[in-house]
Every structure is written in C-alpha cells, then in structure tokens.
C-alpha cells in the first residue's frame, strides 16, 4: 500500500515512517524545519514541502492509497503568536487534504489530540460524547477539533486519532514535552517545578502513538479513537518517575498554567485489539541510556525545543509563518 505521511519526519513521524516502510511504500511530505532528513529510512521517498502548497498536496494525494496526516503546529505559546499561521497551518491545510482525499477517493487518518475535551474532571471522556468549539481551551486544541470537523463532514473513509500528552526517545528528540523534562531534570539532579499538580490527562509513549496509527492504517479501521497509556496526574506522573530516580526534588507552585484537566477512555481501541506496550520504566531507562552514551550532550539546547529553536533567531519565524512548520509541536 501507498502511504503519504504529512510530518513524517517529526517526534512521532520519525517512528511511524520506520514501522511503515517495512511493509508499505512511504513518502514523507516534511518542510524539515528541524533537520531529521537523513534520519528517516532510506526507502521512504521525501518530498520536502509544506502542507499549505495546495498544487503539492494534489500532486501526492493522488498518487498514494492513504494520507497519515500528522503535521501541526502544536503549543499554546506558539499558536497564539500568530493566529492566522496557525489556522492556516493547522485548519486549512486539514481542510483541503479532507477535500482532495473526497474527490480522489483516498483515506485520510488524522492526528488529533485529547486536549479537545478541555476541562471535564470527574469522567473518562469516550469519542462520542458531546464537544463544541467552546470546549477546548486553546487555540491549538480548537484548530484541532475544526480539523476533525472538516474530515468527518467531508469523508467516509476516514480515522481520527485523538493522541494523549505524547513522551518517550524519537530520532527527533524532544524536552519541552513534560514526562521528557521530568526525566531530563531528574537525571541531572535539577528541581523540578510543578504548576499545579492536580490536573490529570491521559499519557502516551511516542513508540506507542506511531503503532496506533499503524495498527489503525493495517486493520483499516474508521471513526474516532482515543489513544493514550493511562491517566494520571502531573504529581502522580512525577511520583512514579521518582520511583526510578529517587533523587528527584520537586515543588508545586500556586500558579497554574495549564488548565486542561480531563481523562480519556480507551475502551473503544482497547476492545479492538490495540495495546500500548511502553512503561514509564522503559522511557527511563531508554533516557538515561541517552544521557550516559553521550548520545545527548546538551539536553537544554533549543533544537530540543520546538518553541525555542523556533523562535530563536528571526529566520525561524519567518519559516513558520512563511513556509510553515510540519511536523509535530509541543504538547506539555
């Protein structure tokens, strides 16, 4: 089978051009704002491109079986900063894929994220229950259930995946993600601050999010699913980290920044046959085995971080409000 994959040279596109290629013929569609080209398969054929190039996306929709469509700028701090990029990058180019995979008559499975269920404590949200625009808090998070809007009212053939908190080692090594800054900090013995502990949220291993979306693509699966290894709190989440770095310090500040605070069940894929297989123990350890082979020298350097390496220096701004970034972004 024919797969395009929009970001597949991203935090979770790196693992799931890997898992693809073995057994289906792949093209990447990247802008590459990050680098990673050489780090995908040598059997993926890349198309460096950018998402929002309307004749680009007709010309590779038409010539594959299925778009995975992963690329997304991803962060409220970076969505905000220009909002009409981000609607641009995140709605329109959805918006227009939904379309062309309509008229060509291809299937379209998309990357979500659980973040669409905003504030709803006390229940494990399931995919049928009841969201509007309202629901989400950011702008990130609405672009993303826009988007879903757009494939479900345009396509038949479709999967959407709605992604927990995302964490764990991709050749696109990312620390602005929170289990990966925990561990990062817990190694290194630094403090970790936490702002607010009592959200909870569902967690998902990157291995994990890419076979979801390769068992999804494999079973031929359609509709809404919610993918995620548990639900915990943020001071849950770091107890257990601590479990495997004792050293670990952390406080809790007053000041709350994120107010997503929500579970999500997994019954639906659950039920299929869809099973995550990473703990928090084999993050860790696949971390620290980074750190101790020299693997990563500098985990505080921007290119680690979506948001710092893009907003660095002024050529990188122009980039993602001209080219537009593909790929996926921060989800802490």
């Known amino acids: 089978m024919e797969v395009l994959i929009t970001g597949g040279a991203g935090f979770i596109g790196q693992l799931l051009s890997r898992q693809l290629a073995n057994s289906h013929e792949v093209t990447v569609l990247d802008n590459f704002l990050y680098g990673n080209k050489t780090a995908l398969p040598e059997e993926v054929k890349i ?3 950018d998402v929002r190039d309307l004749k680009l996306l007709l010309n590779e929709i038409k010539n594959t079986d299925v778009v995975i469509h992963l690329a997304s700028i991803v962060g409220d701090e970076v969505s905000d900063l220009n909002q009409d990029a981000t609607i641009g990058i995140n709605f329109l180019s959805t918006n227009s894929i939904a379309h062309l995979c309509n008229i060509y008559g291809k299937k379209m499975i998309f990357a979500s994220t659980t973040s669409v269920y905003g504030n709803n404590p006390g229940k494990d949200m399931k995919e049928d229950d009841v969201i509007t625009q309202n629901t989400p808090l950011s702008l990130y998070a609405k672009t993303k259930l826009m988007s879903e809007s757009a494939i479900t009212n345009n396509l038949k053939n479709f999967a959407i995946l709605r992604l927990g908190t995302a964490f764990g080692v991709s050749p696109r090594m990312r620390f602005d993600l929170a289990v990966n800054l925990f561990m990062a ?11 607010g502990s009592e959200q909870c949220r569902p967690w998902i291993n990157v291995e994990d999010a890419a076979a979801a979306f390769a068992f999804v693509l494999d079973n031929n699966l359609n ?27 952390y406080e809790v500040s007053d000041k709350v920044v994120d107010e997503r605070n929500y579970t999500a069940s997994t019954e639906k894929m659950n039920s299929i046959g869809f099973a995550t297989k990473k703990e928090l123990k084999d993050t860790w350890d696949e971390m620290t085995h980074l750190f101790k082979s020299g693997a990563i020298r500098n985990w505080k350097s921007s290119k680690y971080s979506n948001y710092k390496y893009l907003f660095k220096k002024k050529e990188m701004q122009e980039a993602l409000y001209t080219k537009g970034p593909i790929g996926e972004k921060e989800n802490v």
């Open 47 to 49: 198309v460096e491109g």
């Open 223 to 249: 509709g809404v699913y919610n993918i995620s290894w548990r639900n915990m709190r943020i001071k849950d989440l770091v107890e257990e980290i601590k479990r495997h770095a004792p050293d670990l310090e």
């Open 185 to 195: 900090k817990a190694f290194h013995k630094e403090k970790i601050t936490l702002y």
